[in-house]
């Protein structure tokens, strides 16, 4: 069908090709014919009212069954098949018809092809053609004073911006080898790039010498990674019929694979016949104004810090783990033991790739949360825990001070001071630790000491970057440690970190201490220390597979995976420029040479450098992750000058533009000032200390992030730590007493403020292009 449309319209346009009015008549007609083939009539919804979430790791796929592809696409699938789907599609679409233009006006290379799309006649021709087939508007209540779960309407001018199940924004234009979609894979030159398993190999290969932090927990990777998953989640494609893909080593022509090549002689994957890391590019959708058929990946998130990991990123997701009575979010029904786990999951498949299916009974079962990737390590699940307990002892304190039983009030309410607690601790306490001063004061991270600072810009946009989240923020990889661990307080044990990907187990069995000795480790040990080397567990035992028999592998593909080949694998997919584009936009010179001298390598030591130049051609090649997390640390802080740029303008972006951030002073969705005064008293130990079982853990440090070991940081008890007065750490009476004022709702005025008024802008800043 394609085909046959793209041959009549070529001859249709070398007749008319001096006539440029034409060309909008054609494209849009090779639009429309297009979407008619695929039965597409109508706009992308907001949301699809029943969620379709791609549970089942397999799919109906009856080939070759692969545990470590299984478990890679456990993390990386699609949340809503039928809203990815509806994206998935005209994306697809709109880069045939991108193509289709290039090839007729005889534009062959990506420096051709480039102009060639962002000529604002072009633009404005893709727009009008798939307007029909674009994203629906949403219609703004403005005046309710809530998020809305999947992001839309936050911003009011443009309310798409930050939702859910759109597309990532880009900071610098995407670098696709062929201008639109085929991912970089050549050398400046002409050469091919390394592959990127020896990139890992030979640039962060920790030779299982991995140094312990004197300085930090385990609670900042941890806390990290759940903030990543709270603003950013990229599915990976599937085929036509909605199976996952795991022939890709089988057939890796095809348009989804971008397989990784193993090299003969790399030190662990030794097996001739296992060549092949099995590798799908991410899903792709529309860019907000569908102007253009560049390819642009999917964000399952909202990009906005607002507790997506805790609550779901639609209403069916939220809706399904509430328990709808008392604002109260489920627990497991198989524990006994308050304050509780998470809940059971449907998706009954939650396993461990070296020991095989985890052993199901009534207690050890797989566990569902606001975002798929809570049990990637018991670790990160110890922090969803905390704050599922978190939301539940504050609904309790709320209906216990109001008298209110309105379920959806109390939920509501809660949740509103979750997500500000979540992001004080982000900014206050998170970023200050891990980014160098200078650019929190630079990118205005922290939150000021007493009462309200409305920051709030309409201008400024607030979706996830491509860049962040399929490379920056992936820096946490190299603070994991290699191993997780219970303690007591008597003794410790430790465990293989391999031995407990997608493992609830140690979380699951109370007896053993469960979540609260897990808990009680973390906060008594060091993560690894942040340099450019990644833990063997991560780099060669990723969802290690053990198999026992011939059927059980993709024939050809590695057992394992690597984490670090993998983001560098996805950066390429994603048409991430070189990392020296990105250091140019960060006002860093361009690296001329290898060297550490002037116009080189000038943010490296002289070994980082000259790895980089054992695997690398040029500068100009090296991959964005590779370059960034090789950068000497700045000071005390946890990165280099390039990450520390490009993290630090994301969290401005998401603080900035967020209309329902805690400090601002606005009348109805923002908090008084005596809340506000309570919110920043939070902190990590605090949710600590509120949430465990009483007793496991009886003394803490006071900064959580920190370990004990650290000036002033020495452990008190929880008792102290909390005050005498309250078990939450802060004062409820202030939340209780305005809505016992209110009549145990919140106001919801017809009209809300004028939200294009420029004194809501900040002095001296510029809003990023809209769109």
């Not at 670098?175 to 398993?197: F, Q, V, W």
């Not at 639609?314 to 627990?331: D, I």
């Not at 304050?339 to 449907?346: A, I, M, R, T, W």
């Not at 031995?499 to 187990?505: E, L, S, V, Y």
Request: proline content about 6%.
């Amino acid at each position: 069908m394609a085909l046959s449309i793209l041959l009549t319209l070529t001859f249709s346009l070398t007749l008319v090709m001096s006539v440029d009015w034409k060309l909008e008549y054609i494209v849009s007609d090779l639009v429309n014919r297009m979407m008619s083939s695929k039965n597409i009539s109508d706009k992308i919804p907001i949301e699809f009212p029943s969620l379709t979430e791609h549970t089942n790791a397999r799919g109906n796929y009856q080939g070759s069954y692969h545990s470590a592809v299984q478990h890679h696409y456990r993390y990386l699938r699609i949340n809503d098949f039928a809203m990815s789907k509806t994206m998935d599609d005209r994306a697809r679409i709109a880069a045939f018809v991108a193509r289709t233009v290039a090839v007729m006006y005889g534009k062959r290379t990506a420096e051709q092809v480039r102009p060639l799309l962002k000529d604002p006649k072009m633009l404005k021709i893709f727009h009008k053609a798939f307007l029909p087939y674009c994203y629906e508007e949403p219609r703004c209540d403005v005046g309710y004073p809530y998020r809305l779960t999947c992001g839309a309407c936050n911003n009011l001018r443009h309310p798409l911006l930050g939702k859910a199940f759109t597309v990532y924004r880009r900071i610098v234009p995407s670098n696709y080898e062929d201008g639109i979609e085929m991912p970089r894979t050549k050398s400046m030159d002409g050469h091919p790039l390394p592959s990127a398993r020896r990139v890992s190999n030979v640039v962060h290969n920790s030779n299982n010498q991995v140094q312990v932090s004197a300085r930090f927990t385990p609670y900042l990777t941890h806390f990290g990674q759940f903030l990543d998953h709270d603003i950013s989640s990229t599915p990976i494609m599937t085929d036509s019929d909605e199976n996952i893909i795991e022939d890709c080593c089988i057939h890796p022509n095809r348009i989804e694979c971008f397989n990784i090549g193993i090299a003969d002689d790399d030190p662990f994957f030794t097996n001739p016949t296992q060549k092949c890391m099995h590798f799908v590019r991410s899903d792709i959708g529309p860019v907000p104004k569908c102007d253009t058929g560049v390819r642009q990946q999917q964000n399952q998130r909202s990009s906005f810090i607002d507790g997506s990991a805790i609550y779901g990123f639609n209403t069916a997701k939220e809706n399904s783990l509430r328990e709808k009575r008392g604002g109260l979010l489920r627990v497991s029904t198989h524990h006994s033991y308050r304050p509780g786990v998470l809940p059971e999951g449907d998706d009954t498949q939650c396993e461990n790739g070296h020991n095989g299916m985890l052993s199901q009974s009534p207690v050890n079962h797989c566990f569902d949360a606001g975002d798929h990737r809570h049990t990637e390590s018991p670790l990160l699940a110890v922090v969803h825990i905390m704050f599922l307990r978190r939301h539940n002892l504050i609904a309790e304190a709320l209906q216990r001070a109001t008298g209110i039983t309105d379920d959806e009030v109390l939920f509501q309410e809660t949740k509103r001071i979750i997500v500000a607690e979540l992001n004080h601790i982000t900014y206050n306490e998170y970023l200050p630790d891990i980014m160098a001063p200078e650019f929190i004061n630079y990118f205005g991270l922290r939150s000021t000491t007493p009462g309200h600072h409305t920051v709030y810009d309409p201008t400024v946009d607030p979706r996830a970057i491509n860049s962040f989240a399929a490379a920056a923020y992936r820096f946490g990889h190299s603070f994991v440690q290699s191993v997780v661990g219970q303690d007591n307080g008597r003794s410790i044990n430790e465990d293989p970190l391999r031995n407990n990907f997608d493992n609830p187990t140690i979380i699951n069995f109370p007896q053993n201490g469960g979540c609260e000795y897990v808990a009680s480790w973390m906060a008594n040990t060091g993560k690894s220390d942040m340099d450019r080397f990644v833990t063997s567990d991560l780099r060669n035992h990723l969802f290690d597979a053990s198999p026992t028999g011939s059927a059980a592998k993709s024939p050809g593909a590695t057992l394992s995976l690597d984490l670090v080949a993998l983001n560098i694998q996805r950066g390429r997919d994603h048409g991430l420029p070189a990392y020296n584009v990105f250091r140019q936009w960060c006002g860093r010179p361009k690296a001329e040479h290898f060297g550490t001298w002037a116009l080189g390598l000038v943010d490296h030591d002289e070994q980082s450098a000259a790895t980089l130049q054992s695997i690398y051609r040029h500068p100009d090649d090296i991959d964005l992750f590779a370059g960034a997390l090789s950068e000497k640390n700045l000071g005390t802080s946890l990165m280099g000058p390039t990450f520390s740029c490009i993290i630090g303008f994301q969290f401005n972006r998401l603080k900035y533009g967020d209309r329902f951030w805690y400090e601002n002073k606005f009348p109805h969705t923002g908090f008084t000032e005596d809340q506000v005064m309570e919110i920043k008293k939070a902190t990590m130990s605090k949710i600590m200390c509120s949430t465990l079982v009483h007793g496991a853990v009886p003394v803490i440090q006071p900064l959580l992030f920190r370990r004990q070991t650290a000036p002033g940081n020495g452990p008190i008890s929880c008792n102290r730590l909390l005050g005498r007065s309250s078990v939450l750490g802060f004062n409820i009476e202030p939340f209780a007493r305005e809505l016992r004022n209110i009549g145990g709702r919140r106001h919801h005025p017809e009209s809300s403020a004028n939200w294009n008024d420029p004194t809501l802008s900040l002095p001296g800043q510029t809003g990023a292009q809209v769109y």
